[in-house]
């Protein structure tokens, strides 16, 4: 069975930081790609950042772009999210996934399997 547990959130004030974590089981790591969404009250869910398989490619949404990093350690089952200059309209619930599609998609519903999600507050 597979899991997927995201850790790492939290409240932060405007400008701070966080590092997310995705621990993964009951799943070959390295044969999925992995992307990290969010979900805001009374909005969709967003997509925010994806990992290749091996970790050499990545793809980010502009609103986080230049702010988050996205990565990957896959001897460890592991997926990171380093949240830098964190501001208010981050706030929001925070997913993994994972896909067995080799593109590492941004469309959430190219995605098999999701963790229960980690809340992120950032208070202005």
């Known amino acids: 069975q597979v899991h997927l547990v995201e850790s790492g959130g939290g409240l932060v004030q405007a400008g701070g930081s966080l590092r997310l974590s995705c621990a993964a089981s009951?799943?070959?790591?390295?044969?999925?790609?992995m992307g990290w969404f969010r979900q805001a009250p009374g909005k969709e869910r967003e997509f925010v950042a994806t990992?290749?398989?091996?970790?050499?490619?990545?793809r980010y949404a502009d609103p986080v772009n230049g702010r988050f990093t996205i990565s990957r350690d896959n001897a460890k089952n592991t997926m990171y999210l380093q949240m830098n200059s964190l501001k208010p309209e981050d706030t929001a619930v925070y997913f993994c996934?994972?896909?067995?599609?080799?593109?590492?998609?941004?469309?959430?519903?190219?995605?098999?399997?999701w963790g229960q999600g980690t809340q992120v507050t950032v208070s202005s």
């Open positions: 996934a994972a896909t067995l599609q080799p593109s590492y998609p941004s469309d959430s519903r190219g995605y098999n399997y």
């Open positions: 009951g799943l070959t790591f390295g044969s999925y790609a």
């Open positions: 990992i290749s398989r091996g970790g050499w490619s990545t």
